[in-house]
Nanobody
Framework: QVHLVESGGGVVQAGGTLRLSCAAS????????MGWYRQAPGKQRELVAR???????NYAGSTKGRFTISRDNAKNTVYLQMNSLQPEDTAVYYC?????????????????WGQGTQVTVSS
């Protein structure tokens, strides 16, 4: 069973910074993707940033240039550095690990989620 534990959420004023951490119970390089998603009240969960096992990254348009995803392979930890936070960034942030496995010509996706950490940005 894969366990993902997020930390680092909190309350910050607009323009402030936070760094989220996601510690995995096994090697993060064993996953095809590691990423951060968020869900604001009344909205669907959305991708924030994602990093592949090869190190490629992609960001949601609203966070590009403000957020940075990184990882420490030795610590099995993925980070999300969030700068210039705005009230619209307020949400529960979830760590995600995705593993793809091929079986007889088809690919199966395995998704794992952390419990989430609350980020609140006040204006």
């Amino acid at each position: 069973q894969v366990h993902l534990v997020e930390s680092g959420g909190g309350v910050v004023q607009a323009g402030g910074t936070l760094r989220l951490s996601c510690a995995a119970s096994e090697s993060i390089l064993s996953f095809n993707f590691m990423g951060w998603y968020r869900q604001a009240p009344g909205k669907q969960r959305e991708l924030v940033a994602r990093i592949t096992s090869g190190g490629s990254v992609n960001y949601a348009g609203s966070t590009k240039g403000r957020f940075t995803i990184s990882r420490d392979n030795a610590k099995n930890t993925v980070y999300l550095q969030m700068n210039s936070l705005q009230p619209e960034d307020t949400a529960v942030y979830y760590c995600n690990a995705e593993r793809l496995r091929s079986y007889g010509g088809s690919t199966r996706e395995y998704d794992y989620w952390g419990q989430g950490t609350q980020v609140t940005v006040s204006s």
